[in-house]
Nanobody
């Protein structure tokens, strides 16, 4: 059974940093596209970052470029989202997700079949 668990969220002041983790079980990250998404209250889900297993390339939505870094960790089947220079508009529930059919990642949430439970990130001004 595929299972994803996010952790690392919390409350931080603007300008601060957090590192989110996504640990997977039931499959191997290496073979699938992985995405980080977020959803703020009253807003649609937004793709934040993703990594393609085909070549390890990472992609970021414009609003987080230069501030967020997605990586796979030393721990097997774990990916991270390092978030620096956080802004109040980054406040949201953050989810990791896996696309089991593609190795090239996308920001389309419809492509992702497996989702974690989410972790809350709150940035105070």
């Amino acid at each position: 059974e595929v299972h994803l668990v996010e952790s690392g969220g919390g409350l931080v002041q603007a300008g601060g940093s957090l590192r989110l983790s996504c640990a997977a079980s039931g499959f191997t990250f290496d073979d699938y596209a992985i995405g980080w998404f977020r959803q703020a209250p009253g807003k649609d889900s937004e793709g934040v970052s993703c990594i393609s297993s085909s070549d390890g390339s990472t992609y970021y939505t414009n609003s987080v470029k230069g501030r967020f870094t997605m990586s796979s960790g030393n721990a097997k089947n774990t990916v991270y989202l390092q978030m620096n220079s956080l802004k109040p508009e980054d406040t949201a529930v953050y989810y990791c997700a896996v696309d089991p059919l593609e190795r090239l990642c996308s920001f389309s949430s419809l492509r992702y079949d497996y989702w974690g439970q989410g972790t809350q990130v709150t940035v105070s001004s």
